[in-house]
């Protein structure tokens, strides 16, 4: 059985941080890409950041320069570390895990950016 639980969202003031976590089981977890997408109210789900299984990453534009996404293998893990925080990145954030034809998303978690 497939799960991915994310952890760390909340509240924070514009121009705080956040470092969300995604804690994943029963798959091979160092082949699957990974990423972080983000839906806010009204709006599709898009995608954040993401990092293949060879450590390359990806980001929004709207998030370059203020997130990082990292991957720890051994701990069946990615983080989305979110610096300089806007309102406007108040959203559910979704972790995802793909490989090949294989696609798990996490329940999400909020953040909110709001003073």
């Known amino acids: 059985q497939v799960q991915l639980v994310e952890s760390g969202g909340g509240l924070v003031q514009p121009g705080g941080s956040l470092r969300l976590s995604c804690a994943a089981s029963?798959?091979?977890?160092?082949?699957?890409?990974m990423g972080w997408y983000r839906q806010a109210p009204g709006k599709q789900r898009e995608l954040v950041a993401a990092?293949?299984?060879?450590?390359?990453?990806n980001y929004a534009d709207s998030v370059k320069g203020r997130f990082t996404i990292s991957r720890g293998n051994a701990k069946n893990t990615v983080y989305l570390q979110m610096n300089s925080l806007k309102p406007e990145d108040t959203a559910v954030y979704y972790c995802?895990?793909?490989?090949?034809?294989?696609?798990?998303w996490g329940q999400g978690t909020q953040v909110t950016v709001s003073s």
């Open positions: 995802n895990a793909q490989f090949g034809n294989r696609h798990y």
């Open positions: 029963g798959i091979i977890f160092s082949i699957y890409d």
């Open positions: 990092t293949i299984s060879g450590g390359s990453t």
